[in-house]
């Protein structure tokens, strides 16, 4: 329901975009065909006019940074509508804990199939896998998994949309790490990785460096949890959300 949102446009917030949803403006197209004066605003509707068809201009064009940069984070899961098949679930393991240490593993699934991006083997391969998917989810990316793949790799993740699911999550009332999140959801874990941690992680690359290939398969078995859980966790949130949308709106957005 990208084309159906109107957040992104300067002052213009929940309320006011729901006066336009309401007055029949629920599509860009909408807004720009409309009369000189759209519901709910006072002033400035040319402005408004403008930024939408810099909007569709952003679309067209597939630069999604448009988009990133203006959409507030708990309402990015609204491009998910568009691209549900053009959806990368990521997520990274590290040498530690903190923004200093070094990407591991970056694994990644697109909702068909999960690949697996190792250092000193083929991590750098990564980077033009991420590119060819205009939506990344992660959770908590913002701020971890994003800045750290961006220090290593100066050119990456700089054209998504990126949904971190922490932040519409927490405004579904779920918080905490992702493990705690899936448990409350119902999500289960394999026996072989329950209960293992992102500290389990570091401790099993330090165990491979020093000869344990099991230790290595392991983690990666691990980490393909971690994006293959991603998915229905971002289906829950686009239903949901979706669903709280005034019925009259639901019908004019896809």
């Not at 860009?28 to 810099?54: I, N, T």
């Not at 908590?140 to 994003?146: K, L, T």
């Not at 941690?197 to 393909?224: C, F, H, I, P």
Request: aromatic content about 10%.
């Amino acid at each position: 329901m990208l084309q159906n949102t109107f957040l992104h446009i300067c002052g213009i917030g929940l309320v006011r975009e729901r006066r336009l949803w309401n007055a029949g403006i629920r599509t860009w197209a909408d807004c720009l065909a409309a009369e000189a004066d759209l519901p709910g605003l006072v002033s400035g509707a040319a402005r408004v006019r403008e930024q939408v068809e810099q909007s569709l201009q952003a679309y067209r064009e597939a630069a999604w940074t448009f988009f990133e940069k203006r959409l507030p984070s708990d309402h990015k899961w609204r491009a998910f509508g568009d691209f549900r098949d053009r959806t990368l679930y990521l997520d990274i393991e590290t040498t530690g804990l903190t923004c200093d240490d070094s990407i591991t593993i970056i694994g990644m699934y697109n909702g068909r199939e999960t690949k697996t991006f190792v250092l000193d083997r083929n991590l750098r391969e990564a980077i033009e896998e991420i590119d060819r998917y205009p939506i990344m989810v992660t959770y908590n990316g913002a701020c971890f998994d994003i800045p750290m793949i961006q220090r290593q790799f100066a050119t990456a993740c700089r054209n998504h949309i990126h949904i971190d699911l922490r932040y519409p999550l927490r405004r579904l009332g779920y918080s905490g790490g992702l493990k705690g999140v899936e448990r409350a959801m119902g999500i289960q874990r394999s026996e072989a990785t329950r209960g293992l941690d992102g500290r389990d992680a570091v401790r099993l690359w330090q165990t491979y460096l020093s000869g344990s290939q099991e230790a290595l398969d392991l983690l990666v078995a691990y980490n393909a949890e971690d994006v293959r859980n991603l998915k229905p966790l971002m289906e829950f949130v686009y239903q949901t959300c979706y669903s709280d949308l005034d019925l009259t709106t639901r019908k004019a957005c896809g």
